[in-house]
């Protein structure tokens, strides 16, 4: 494939998941690394390939300068997996879109922004029109796991009454980032300290509700979360954490949305270290009932990592403007 014909990318962002993707891209043919930005200074300077533990040099330096960066490079997309809230990710959107730039981003608050921050979607949808880009908040979960795949799913379906999705997720597999964010190793005190200060937790289940019920076309009068911590009945220990027994082994978040007093949705999450059991169920009931198993669970940091790069193609096809996983092309490999 010719240079020209390769997409021009750029990652913002270079934690677990941005490093990830910067391997994912270097190895494609269809896709070009233009540039790579994170305000670490650990990072900055360094040649993202050699972050990403590749022994080949990339020739792309890390720059804690997106304006610059954006501007020179002019990608038509920018990778970007740096936070979770719109309100802190939103200057870096509005760079990447004041740059003529196509957005796909792992922030959870974006997979549906107008829930929690109506004014900064319709800010961000405005803005995106306005450079004739797309703006698209994807992963594994929310993204896909929790949410897409019912959407998917539902299609099998002439009528659909309820949908019910369970994800038991080993927590010892994941990426330190998310040990630490479900808790694992905290005592109970620690864990409720930083639930109420918003350090801790899944971010992303109640946008994940709200993305199946418009995807459906359900007005929800209520949607009700509980999380709670999941304890250790013994002492483990992961590459990243130590759990005494008695502590903190990680979470379970369960999100229910309602329509006229029926439970309509209900979106049950475990992840915890010692998980017997990793797996993803998806049970619609309607006309007919489906029910979608993964058996061993989607692997969440891959798959969040290829969902960026997958919907690269859907993104560049979509009509400009804020766009959800229910209003763009289905997601999938393309080779
Ligand atoms: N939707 C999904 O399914 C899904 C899945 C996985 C992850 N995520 C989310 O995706 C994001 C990235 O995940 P991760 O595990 O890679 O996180 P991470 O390890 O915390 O890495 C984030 C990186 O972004 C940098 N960064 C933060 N703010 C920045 C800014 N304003 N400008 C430039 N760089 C900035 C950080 O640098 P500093 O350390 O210096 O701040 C860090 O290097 C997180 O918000 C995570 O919750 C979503």
Excluded at 62 to 77: A, C, F, H, I, Y
Excluded at 274 to 282: A, L, N
């Amino acid at each position: 494939m010719s240079s020209s014909a390769r997409t021009r990318v750029v990652q913002f962002g270079l934690g677990s998941i941005g490093l990830m993707a910067v391997k994912a891209v270097l190895g494609r043919t269809d896709l070009e690394l233009a540039g790579a930005i994170d305000d670490d200074l650990k990072k900055v300077e360094r040649d993202v390939a050699d972050l990403s533990g590749l022994r080949r040099p990339s020739g792309i330096r890390v720059s804690n300068r997106p304006q610059e960066v954006l501007g020179v490079k002019r990608p038509q997309v920018v990778l970007h997996a740096t936070q979770s809230g719109l309100a802190d990710v939103f200057p870096q959107l509005s760079y990447c879109l004041e740059a003529g730039a196509h957005v796909v981003s792992t922030c959870e608050e974006l997979v549906f922004p107008t829930v929690r921050q109506p004014r900064l979607a319709r800010d961000l949808d405005f803005l995106a029109r306005s450079k004739g880009s797309v703006v698209l908040g994807t992963g594994a979960n929310p993204g896909l796991v929790m949410d897409t795949m019912a959407l998917v799913a539902s299609a099998a379906c002439l009528d659909v009454r309820s949908v019910r999705v369970e994800r038991i997720v080993d927590a010892s597999t994941r990426r330190e980032s998310l040990q630490r964010k479900v808790g694992a190793g905290l005592t109970r005190s620690e864990f409720r300290r930083g639930l109420s200060k918003g350090t801790l937790g899944h971010r992303g289940l109640l946008e994940s509700v709200h993305l199946i019920a418009n995807g459906l076309g359900w007005d929800l009068d209520k949607v009700a979360e509980k999380v709670t911590p999941v304890l250790s009945p013994r002492s483990m220990k992961t590459e990243f954490v130590t759990i005494r027994k008695g502590e903190v082994a990680g979470i379970h978040h369960v999100c229910k949305g309602f329509a006229e007093r029926k439970e309509k949705i209900r979106l049950d999450l475990q992840m915890f270290v010692g998980v017997k059991k990793p797996g993803d169920q998806i049970n619609i009931k309607g006309k007919p009932d489906v029910t979608l198993s993964f058996e061993k669970g989607v692997a969440g940091d891959e798959a969040t990592v290829a969902m960026l790069l997958n919907m690269i193609p859907a993104v560049l096809e979509a009509s400009p403007g804020l766009r959800t996983m229910s209003d763009i092309s289905v997601p999938r490999f393309r080779a």
